[in-house]
């Protein structure tokens, strides 16, 4: 079991957009050096659970509190400079831009002295730093000046995540990272993920592909309807229980209002 204190919390968190409760007293933890699954049918709540710790939106009630300390974000920078890095679906990578203009894209050097004040970038040195920083957690990738255009499909996945593991210095939350990849190619995004929690990292790993958030995790998060219904290691579940958990076929820490439902 992780001992290590929690660098994200989740306290108690309800978010309702107009009349639809999309969250509803969600609490839950990520310690570093763990992967933790966040799963759930469509409409269960991921999506805006994310949007609350990255900080999209602001909760109703409840807070985020990061190495315990309760954080007000009023926007995604704000959730950046605090430690947490989000890598949505879309991975956000420049295809035309080289590996280590993507990596450093939006936190671009500049050369030093007046060509540094003329905008001009130190493009060799973030190339270098790059794939020092992608080789560090695995991601084997072209030297030189290739573009992200150039890199299959896993190794693209793979960028974007050894990126936000190049930035991240508390949480990474990845929503669908092995979306549309191939069996070869998701393994090598489960790879990273690994290596994130090796750099001692919090992970939330959000997938509607069960048999990679059974591989990779150490424990799962279960929402549905807007409410947490199961937090429990990982080895408490199989494919099936955790199908059933999400369903609601198959019943887990439940909250007596979703019995009725």
């Known amino acids: 079991m992780n001992e290590n204190p929690p660098l994200l919390e989740v306290d108690h968190v309800t978010k309702t957009y107009f009349h639809v409760h999309a969250l509803t007293d969600v609490s839950f933890s990520v310690r570093a050096g763990e992967v933790v699954g966040l799963v759930g ?10 949007k609350v710790i990255s900080g999209v939106h602001a909760p109703d009630s409840g807070s985020i509190k990061l190495s315990g300390v309760e954080q007000s974000f ?26 280590g203009a993507n990596v450093f894209l939006g936190r ?4 030093p002295g007046i060509r540094g004040k003329l905008g001009f970038l130190a ?17 084997a990738v072209p030297t030189g000046r290739s573009t992200v255009s150039e890199l299959s499909g ?7 995540i050894g990126r936000a593991i190049a930035w991240a210095r508390k949480v990474i939350v990845l929503d669908e990272p ?30 509607h592909t069960l ?10 998060v279960v929402l549905r309807l807007g409410r947490l219904v199961r937090d429990a290691p990982t080895s408490e579940f199989d494919t099936n229980s955790l199908l059933g958990t999400i369903t609601g076929l198959i019943g887990g820490d439940r909250d007596p209002a979703l019995e009725a439902t």
């Open 178 to 207: 092995t979306n549309h990849l191939g069996a070869r190619q998701a393994g090598e995004v489960l790879e990273v993920i690994r290596a994130a929690r090796s750099q001692g990292l919090g992970v939330i790993f959000i997938s």
């Open 41 to 50: 049918d469509n409409g269960a709540g991921k999506s805006t659970l994310v």
């Open 123 to 139: 493009q060799r040195e973030m190339d270098v730093q790059a794939h020092a920083d992608l080789e560090r957690v695995g991601i």
């Open 154 to 160: 896993g190794q693209r996945q793979a960028v974007a």
């Open 108 to 111: 671009e050097k500049l050369l």
């Open 211 to 220: 048999p990679h958030v059974l591989e990779v995790t150490d424990r799962i």
């Open 74 to 99: 009023r926007s995604p920078r704000d959730a950046i400079e605090a430690g947490v890095e989000t890598l949505y679906q879309d991975s956000g990578l420049a295809p035309d831009l080289s590996i």
